[in-house]
């Protein structure tokens, strides 16, 4: 799923395509994007764009009439522009919007629909679909501590709950608690106040440097290869893989859709955080530290 520096990179190729034109048309091939009835699609054909915006992961378009059109990505949905005209792609196709300026085309991979297209009339409407969650890259120290500690989940969870903080997700997450040396597991009541400062300089500083290394890569180009797994990444995506900064093999942990990645040696102690699946299955053989699994693996060899 885009998150936070993957939203600003479109919305930094966006702007200087999209603002201030006409949308001409609108073509949607899929009837799943739609997820709103009034106002209707032909309400923005026509219309000129006046700013686009983002509330969380979601991107804001803003037309005349306060009326806005919201997208979300979610997992598989991309934005990709192309020259007037463009057709849109039949497996993965949604929808193209056409500009004076050219088309821009949104497409989804993979089998489920899950991206959406909302149409709402009002910033009340408006803020209704914001989840709630607060800026991690303008909030303070306090802030960020009262937020994270509201609940008592776990780092990993607090992190990427849309309704705590805007914009984090599965991949910066890892990466952020890897730069903080804390456990994904950890419980966020349980953290003193320096464990907190220091999280919260991981969170600005992991996705500063993301946001500014995306857009020096894109240039005034357009973004076509946003992904959850980029070439420089820590622990995110290299489960079996040299930790960059002490070299123990990266560690995961699967449940449902997703994987969370850490490094057992910079972040747990050494212990390896059960995986629910395995753990379950291996029962008392599952390895509970570094040198149990090395030890296993040696077993198996």
Request: charged share 25%.
């Amino acid at each position: 799923m885009p998150e936070l520096p993957d939203i600003l990179l479109y919305l930094r190729a966006l702007a200087p395509r999209i603002v201030g034109q006409r949308l001409d048309r609108v073509r949607v091939t899929s009837p799943f994007l739609l997820r709103s009835v009034d106002p209707p699609l032909t309400a923005i054909e026509q219309q000129t764009v006046r700013g686009i915006d983002r509330i969380g992961k979601r991107i804001v378009w803003a037309f005349d009439d306060e009326i806005f059109a919201v997208f979300h990505l979610m997992i598989a949905a991309r934005f990709h522009w192309r020259p007037s005209g463009a057709r849109v792609p039949g497996r993965i196709g949604l929808a193209v919007f056409e500009f004076p300026t050219g088309s821009l085309v949104l497409t989804e991979a993979g089998a489920k629909r899950r991206a959406s297209l909302t149409l709402v009339r009002g910033s009340d409407s408006l803020r209704d679909l914001d989840p709630g969650g607060i800026d991690p890259l303008t909030c303070g120290v306090a802030t960020f501590g009262a937020r994270l500690r509201l609940e008592n989940h776990t780092l990993k969870r607090a992190l990427t709950d849309p309704r705590l903080f805007s914009g984090i997700g599965n991949a910066y997450s890892d990466e952020i608690l890897h730069a903080a040396l804390l456990s994904p597991l950890q419980l966020t009541q349980h953290l003193d106040d320096v464990a907190v400062q220091h999280l919260h300089g991981a969170v600005v500083e992991t996705l500063r440097g993301w946001t500014a290394r995306l857009q020096a890569e894109v240039g005034d180009g357009f973004p076509e290869k946003v992904t959850a797994f980029r070439s420089g990444m820590a622990v995110h995506g290299r489960f079996g893989r040299p930790c960059p900064r002490c070299g123990a093999a990266v560690q995961r942990i699967k449940y449902a859709d997703n994987e969370c990645n850490y490094c057992a040696t910079c972040q747990t102690g050494g212990r390896l955080l059960a995986d629910r699946s395995l753990s379950r299955l291996m029962r008392d053989d599952w390895p509970r530290t570094l040198d149990a699994l090395e030890q296993l693996k040696a077993r198996q060899r």
